[in-house]
């Protein structure tokens, strides 16, 4: 592949991933039963594939202390055994209705793009 086009595509995926990962932090924590810390959170997502956070954890704190600023998630810090304290977070209730409202608005944008894509408009 052209460096050119390698450049452009890790751009691209640079910019989807700002677009998604918020949408993503919310929908695992809304999946978990329990509050989770900040690499758990990084194993669930890169579990489910390179996409969101392309390998950046880094990526992850600021979008999860942004969420908690503006209510979508609460954190508590708590002692570890072994190592430095550890804040864990959850969504709170607010977080899950607009978790919900989010994905509504992710589907239609797939779907549209999809569509566009697949050539049907």
């Not at 452009?8 to 809304?30: H, I, N, P, R, Y």
């Not at 810090?77 to 709170?92: C, K, L, M, N, Q």
């Not at 409202?101 to 050539?119: K, Q």
Request: aromatic share 6%.
């Amino acid at each position: 592949m052209d460096e050119d086009v390698i450049s452009a595509l890790k751009k691209f995926q640079k910019e989807l991933s700002a677009g998604t990962v918020s949408l993503a932090l919310l929908a695992v924590l809304g999946r978990s039963r329990q509050p989770m810390y900040g690499y758990q959170i990084a194993k669930r997502l890169e579990e489910a594939g390179e996409g969101v956070l392309a390998g950046k954890q880094s990526a992850l704190y600021p979008v999860l202390r942004n969420l908690e600023a503006a209510g979508l998630l609460a954190s508590e810090v708590e002692p570890s055994v072994s190592g430095p304290p550890r804040r864990y977070y959850r969504i709170t209730k607010p977080g899950r209705e607009v978790l919900r409202e989010w994905i509504a608005a992710w589907h239609a944008t797939r779907d549209s793009v999809d569509r566009i894509l697949e050539g049907e408009l």
